[in-house]
Every structure is written in structure tokens, then in C-alpha cells.
């Protein structure tokens, strides 16, 4: 299948401002789906509420569009009851890690096979620029006019803590990179959690002056760096990108069927 064919063309034009990464994250997304050869009925997206989540409205997959902070929550549900689907979790700041935050470390604490995709525009857009727990100290926004207090999580940091046995960050300029690390995801037995640094120039470009889109993602070349580089040595400030974590652990569903085998009076 061709990418084109994973897309609802009826619902295009997206409703996404104006130099947006979500739509970078959603071109990755369906190049990795095409590139893994899944038909579209083996696919479930689950999202909840937020600029990030309007991305199930757009594929051409089985969706599931839930409450705020409460994705991760149904997408456990799914794939308890369909392990054999391929369940994907597009979620942004407060989906994630502010009124889902428990739902997150959770899901990477039991190590359910699904794919976490974090979609960091360090801002909530959809409800008007308010900050939010992936801000940082410092950062203006319409509830921080004078500069935010709050310190920010480190999302690579809090899921490899909880659980998750894949972990990775990228950004929407090494957009071939965040295709990989998708695909990658999604093949993973096990809770994957890939976190893209992605741009909102309407409301956190504009309020910390970071400029356009163009010089938004100009920013994530010049302030990334690979995982354990020479220049992350010269300059701890950068961020580093890449996998964190890839590793093995007994995956729940699998676990939860041997429970099952007991309870019936087999053998596990």
C-alpha cells in the first residue's frame, strides 16, 4: 500500500496552524506504517484531546478518539482485547504528562505492548498557550507572563524510570530519523515511547521569540545531538536524540494469557 492510501483524504485540509511539526509527525508515521507493509485493519490509533490528538482523524485506520489524558487508558482496553492489533498513542503535553501522566507511568510500569507517540510542542495550543508540564522554567506563556517557575520532566528520563523498554527522542527537522524510531516502535514487543520534539510557532515561537517554524526546527539541528556525542561533552546544554532504551521484558499481554492458562487448571 501506498502512503496515500493510509490517509482520509475527505477530511484534508488539516486543521493544524501554519507551520505546525504535527503534521511532519503524521508524514513519519505513515512512511513507517508503509514501510512495515501492515494493512490498515491491523492498525488501532487511540487518542484523546489536543492539537496532537486530531492525527487518528486523519489515517485511515481503525480509531478511537477518547477523553482528555485518558488515551492510554483505552488503548490498554484495546489491546487487552485484541493483542494481535498494532496499537498506536499519539499524545501531546497534557495527554501525556499532565492529566495522563498517571495513565503513562502505569503502561510503561506493566510493559503493554503499544506505541506511545509523545508529541513535545512545550505548550498547550488547542486550548490557548497555556504552559504546561513539558514548558520549563522560564518559558512564557498566556498563564506564565511573567515567566514560568515550573520545572519541566524529562520524558526519556520518567519512562525509562517507569518501565518502558523502548524509549527514543527525536525532532520534526531529523524527520527520516523519527520515521525509523516509529518503525522501530512498533515492531517492539513491549511499551515504546517516542518522544519528537515538535514546533508551535503560533504560541510558543511567539511568545519566547523563537521565530517561524523554519527557525524553530533550525533550532532543533543546532541545539540536538546524537546519545553520548563529543559535542554533548563540549556542551551539556544540548539535547541528546536517539534510543535511550531497547530491551526484552515479558510483555503483559503475553503474561496476562498465561493467568488465564492457570485459572482454567492448565499448565504455564
Avoid at 501554519?18 to 488501532?44: F, T, W
Avoid at 502505569?106 to 495550543?125: D, E, F, Q, S
Wanted: net charge neutral; with cysteine.
Amino acid at each position: 500500500m501506498a502512503v496515500k492510501d493510509y490517509i482520509r483524504e475527505r477530511f484534508f485540509p488539516h486543521l493544524w496552524c501554519p507551520g505546525c511539526g504535527h503534521g511532519i509527525v503524521l508524514n513519519s508515521l505513515l512512511r513507517a506504517v508503509e514501510q512495515l507493509g501492515m494493512s490498515k485493519n491491523e492498525i488501532v490509533m487511540v487518542s484523546g484531546i489536543g492539537c496532537s490528538s486530531r492525527i487518528s482523524g486523519y489515517v485511515d485506520f481503525h480509531t478511537l478518539h477518547t477523553l482528555h489524558g485518558r488515551a492510554l487508558a483505552f488503548a490498554t482496553g484495546v489491546k487487552m482485547s485484541k493483542p494481535e492489533l498494532n496499537v498506536i498513542v499519539p499524545m501531546g503535553d497534557g495527554d501525556a504528562l499532565a492529566i495522563g501522566g498517571n495513565h503513562f507511568i502505569h503502561a510503561a510500569r506493566r510493559n503493554i505492548a503499544m506505541t506511545a507517540l509523545v508529541m513535545n510542542n512545550r505548550i498547550y495550543g488547542m486550548t490557548g498557550g497555556q504552559y504546561s508540564p513539558l514548558s520549563g522554567y522560564g518559558c512564557q506563556a498566556t498563564t506564565s507572563p511573567f515567566g514560568n517557575i515550573d520545572y519541566s520532566f524529562d520524558i526519556a528520563e520518567l519512562a525509562k524510570a517507569a518501565g518502558a523498554t523502548y524509549v527514543a527522542r527525536t525532532t520534526t527537522y531529523h524527520a527520516k530519523q523519527m520515521t525509523e524510531m516509529i518503525r522501530d516502535a512498533v515492531l517492539h514487543d513491549g511499551f515504546s515511547v517516542v518522544e519528537i520534539l515538535t514546533q508551535c510557532p503560533t504560541y510558543y515561537g511567539r511568545r519566547n521569540r523563537l521565530g517561524d517554524a523554519a527557525e524553530m526546527m533550525d533550532w532543533y539541528k543546532s541545539h540536538t545531538t546524537p546519545i553520548g556525542s563529543k559535542a554533548k561533552e563540549e556542551n551539556p546544554s544540548l539535547i541528546e536524540r536517539g534510543v535511550f532504551v531497547q530491551r526484552d521484558k515479558p510483555e503483559y499481554c503475553t503474561e496476562y494469557d498465561k493467568v488465564i492458562e492457570k485459572a482454567r487448571g492448565g499448565q504455564a
